[in-house]
C-alpha cells in the first residue's frame, strides 16, 4: 500500500487464514480510503505465506501474545506512525465494514471518542445471533458495567471498534491483555470517554471455531467479572 490515510483498520489475527484474506479484500473494495494492518499474532497457521504471497501489509508477531497483546501492537503501530481513527475488526469475517463509514462520523464530528460496532442497539434480528447463553452472558457483563460506572453499553464484547487520536495513545501504553473488551469499555469510561454504540448487523464466522467454547465460556466470564471489578477500583484509586 503506497497511500497514507489518516485511518488505520487494526486486524488482529491467530490463525484465520482461511478467513484472513476475504477480510482484506472487502477493506480494500469497500474502504479503499483506509490503512489496514494485519497482527499475525504467532499464527501456527500459513497465515504468514498467505500475507506475503497477496501483499498484505502485516506485522508478524513471534509469539502468541493473545488478543489484547495484538490489539494493543496495532494501536502502538498506529500512535507511532500519526493515525488519527484506529479501528478494530476480528480477523474471522464476523465484522462487516460496509458499517465503518457510519461508525467514522461521530469521531470525525468530534462527537464520540470510542464507537462500538452493536449488536443489540437496534430491534432487527437479522443477522448471525450467537448462542443464548452468550447472550445471557453479555447482558450479564453490561449490568455489571453499569453498576460499577453508571454507563450503559449494550454490547460490551463487541470487537468491531473505533477511537479517536487522544484513545490510541491511551491504548497505546496501556490495554488488557486476557478477553479484553470488557475491560476496555471500563478503561475509556474511567478516561472519562465518550462512549457511542453504532448499530451494526455481525456476520457468521466463514470457518474455523471461537476460541470461547465449554469451559472456557466459564472461565471467560469469572475472569472478566473480576477484571471490571479490579479494574473499577484501580481506576478509582488514581482519580
Given at each position: ?11 488482529p489475527a491467530y490463525n ?36 506475503a504471497r ?186
Amino acid at each position: 500500500m503506497d497511500k497514507r490515510s489518516d485511518v488505520l483498520i487494526i486486524i488482529p489475527a491467530y490463525n484465520e487464514a482461511e478467513n484472513l484474506l476475504q477480510v482484506v479484500e472487502d477493506i480494500r473494495q469497500q474502504c479503499p480510503q483506509c490503512d489496514y494492518l494485519v497482527v499475525n499474532d504467532g499464527s501456527t497457521d500459513d497465515t504468514e505465506d498467505l500475507c506475503a504471497r497477496h501483499k498484505i501489509r502485516a506485522v508478524h508477531l513471534p509469539i502468541n501474545l493473545g488478543i489484547g497483546g495484538a490489539v494493543q501492537t496495532g494501536y502502538r503501530y498506529a500512535f507511532k506512525n500519526h493515525y488519527e481513527i484506529a479501528v478494530q475488526i476480528d480477523g474471522d469475517g464476523q465484522h462487516d465494514v460496509s458499517y465503518l463509514e457510519d461508525m467514522l462520523k461521530p469521531l470525525i464530528r468530534g462527537e464520540a471518542d470510542v464507537i462500538i460496532g452493536s449488536r443489540f442497539v437496534s430491534r432487527e434480528e437479522t443477522g448471525f445471533r450467537s448462542s443464548f447463553l452468550r447472550r445471557a452472558g453479555i447482558r450479564f457483563l453490561s449490568m455489571l458495567i453499569r453498576l460499577c460506572t453508571g454507563i450503559r453499553i449494550y454490547d460490551v464484547t463487541s470487537g468491531f471498534r473505533a477511537v479517536n487520536r487522544r484513545f490510541i495513545r491511551i491504548y497505546a501504553h496501556e490495554y488488557p491483555t486476557d478477553y479484553p473488551e470488557p475491560e476496555a469499555v471500563i478503561s475509556a469510561v474511567m478516561h472519562r470517554g465518550r462512549i457511542r454504540e453504532i448499530p451494526v448487523v455481525m456476520r457468521q464466522r466463514e470457518a474455523g471455531a471461537s476460541s470461547i467454547h465449554g469451559f472456557r465460556s466459564a472461565y471467560y466470564m469469572i475472569k472478566v467479572s473480576l477484571s471490571i471489578l479490579i479494574c473499577r477500583i484501580t481506576f478509582g484509586i488514581r482519580r
